[in-house]
């Protein structure tokens, strides 16, 4: 079983320490440990304790994720739209409450049954967390938690003159400064970024800075180099990416986000960045990384004879969650969701070879794995005209609209007008389609 857990919290409880935890409330409150483990019990949204020790024994496959973002307010807020939503019928609050809250899951009168601490528990489940006192507590530790580094605004004269000598490319300059003071290479700025964070980055140094010596100076003088890949990757600095890689970069972390560098790369539509990373690894090995990398040998290996996906093409699935996307319904475990998922993210990294192949095995051109956002919108908004010209060909629904902008394929590429070479031809293409 795979379960979502937000990246910087432990591993879920054993039954022994949930055993240890009913105990301890037990003392505390002076009461039964029957009761102690039925209120145990109920906060994980179980029915009984057996219930929940039986789950807990299960193993589980930990993906990490990272959608943590808003205060506690927005979180309680969350809760009670979701218990109105599903007071109103909503068949995605259902699908959210049969799959968050164990002892819902099967039954009929959902309406009547839920309650608002059920709600909670949803919204935990959602951002990666097991319970909501535990999504509380880790709200409340980001919010307090300081960077250990110096910061920028901090700096002395030392500390100023390694940022200069970084924003002027001089990098004999920085490598004597940070040998002198090796802890410098930690320096991070007012939002908690290093020197070579920041470069990553299309602002602040990453402004001004393109200079790979400087890059070399500083990873020379043991940068870590795990979070600065995952954002080179994000933002397509190819380049910045090589010099990472050439310099020990970790493929395989998931420090930013709880995503690996290639994910970070097709979640933002980095195509090149993505065919760079997946020349050295491609990390995790799931069904969507296998189509936006453009791997149809990969695609062909998660089917069976008969055309089916096998059970590992169900694992890591994408999630826009995951890059600052509002929190979806529970992801649909079948097969056209699983493909349709693949199918958007090719389109957007402009897979063209593996976008026909999808489309060839079955794919619905109109798929909408996320409300409303279809292969087209994801296309069009990247600028990937080969792709446009193959999806166009194949005659989309061009009145479908996302879900979060209320907008066509051919209003995206209105709003996308300028933002890639293909995009004029792209608007002119979709504005002919709609007339």
């Known amino acids: ?19 240890a935890e009913s105990d301890a409330r037990a003392a505390a409150a002076d009461i039964a440990t029957d009761d102690a483990r039925q209120a145990v019990a109920d906060e994980y949204g ?29 979180y309680e807020e969350n809760a009670q739209l979701y218990l109105t939503e599903l007071s109103e019928g909503s068949p995605a609050a259902a699908l959210r409450f049969r799959a968050y809250v164990p002892r819902l899951a099967d039954v009929q009168d959902l309406a009547s049954r839920a309650t608002l601490e059920d709600a ?22 980001m919010a307090m938690r300081k960077w250990s580094g110096t910061r920028w605004c901090d700096a002395d004269g030392t500390q100023g003159e390694v940022v200069k000598a970084v ?53 020379d003088s043991g940068a870590d180099t795990d979070r600065a890949v ?21 493929v395989t972390n998931t420090v930013e986000w709880g995503i690996t560098p290639l994910e970070a790369a097709l979640y933002h539509g980095s195509a090149e960045a993505t065919q760079t990373l997946a020349a050295v690894a491609i990390v995790p090995r799931a069904y969507w990384v296998a189509a936006g990398c453009n791997r149809i040998d990969l695609l062909e290996d998660f089917h069976d004879e008969k055309g089916a996906l096998r059970p590992e093409a169900y694992r890591w699935r994408p999630n826009l969650a995951d890059v600052g996307w509002p929190v979806g319904p529970p992801l649909q475990d079948d097969q056209k969701t699983v493909m349709a998922e693949a199918f958007g993210f090719a389109c957007q990294v402009g897979a063209t ?7 060839d095995h079955g794919v619905d051109i109109n798929a909408q794995p996320w409300p409303g956002l279809t292969g087209l919108h994801f296309a069009v908004s990247a600028g990937r005209g080969d792709t446009v010209d193959l999806l166009m060909a194949h005659g989309p629904d061009l009145s479908i609209k996302d879900f979060q902008h209320d907008a066509t394929a051919v ?25």
Not at 46 to 73: F, H, K, M
Not at 126 to 140: A, H, Y
Not at 411 to 433: K, M, N, V
């Open 411 to 435: 209003q995206w590429a209105e709003h996308h007008a300028s933002a890639h070479p293909d995009s004029p031809r792209i608007l002119q293409l979709l504005s002919d389609a709609a007339r």
């Open 1 to 19: 079983m795979q379960i979502e857990r937000h990246f910087d919290l432990p591993i879920p409880p054993t039954p022994a320490d949930l055993a």
């Open 120 to 141: 909670k528990l949803v919204v935990a489940r959602e951002v990666g967390c097991l319970t909501w006192p535990e999504l509380v507590d880790t709200v409340q530790q």
């Open 353 to 359: 070879d593996a976008v026909r192949w999808l489309i």
């Open 167 to 219: 924003l002027r490319g001089e990098a004999t300059r920085v490598r004597e400064l940070l040998a002198a003071r090796p802890d410098l290479v930690d320096l991070r700025d007012a939002d908690g970024a290093t020197l070579l964070e920041t470069i990553a980055q299309p602002h602040g140094l990453g402004t001004h800075v393109d200079d790979l010596a400087v890059v070399q100076a500083i990873t």
């Open 46 to 74: 179980y029915p009984d304790w057996t219930a929940l020790e039986s789950s807990a024994a299960q193993p589980v496959e930990i993906r990490p994720i990272s959608r943590l973002g808003i205060d506690l307010n927005g």
């Open 230 to 250: 995952n954002l080179a990757a994000g933002f397509n600095r190819v380049n910045l990416l090589d010099a990472l890689l050439a310099a020990g970069a970790d």
